[in-house]
């Protein structure tokens, strides 16, 4: 995650998440909870209830590495396109993935809401942001 806008949108949610924290009512949270939530906010504008639903994984293939455990047996073409959301979302930015995310089957959209949390948690983490 090099791009530019990509590179805005994670110190941009470094600093969200760093406020959030603070709030004692989600103290309990954890980071990737808080990564969670806010991806859904955006992801589900209707108001759709966002949980966790993945863990992350302990080893994966590189190209497939933030996909969600459910998708190990999907078929080739749905973990496309959960695939090339994501390097849409790292090319053009969280609000370009997001708008191509919502115009995708709910299935597609969950997975895509789980593997962009993964990604994002580990470039946060690696950032030392949280």
């Not at 459910?70 to 930015?93: A, F, H, M, P």
Request: proline share 5%.
């Amino acid at each position: 995650m090099e791009q530019n806008q990509i590179s805005q949108d994670i110190e941009k949610l470094g600093q969200e998440i760093s406020e959030k924290k603070l709030n004692p009512e989600i103290k309990n949270y954890s980071e990737r909870d808080l990564i969670s939530q806010h991806i859904g906010q955006k992801l589900y504008p209707q108001g759709k209830v966002v949980s966790p639903t993945q863990k992350p994984k302990a080893e994966a293939a590189e190209d497939d590495k933030y996909l969600p455990d459910y998708l190990k047996n999907s078929d080739i073409n749905i973990k496309n396109q959960v695939e090339k959301l994501l390097e849409d979302t790292i090319r053009n930015g969280l609000a370009s993935g997001i708008n191509e995310a919502q115009k995708m089957p709910p299935f597609i959209l969950d997975a895509y809401h789980d593997a962009l949390v993964d990604k994002l948690h580990e470039e946060l983490r690696k950032r030392g942001m949280i």
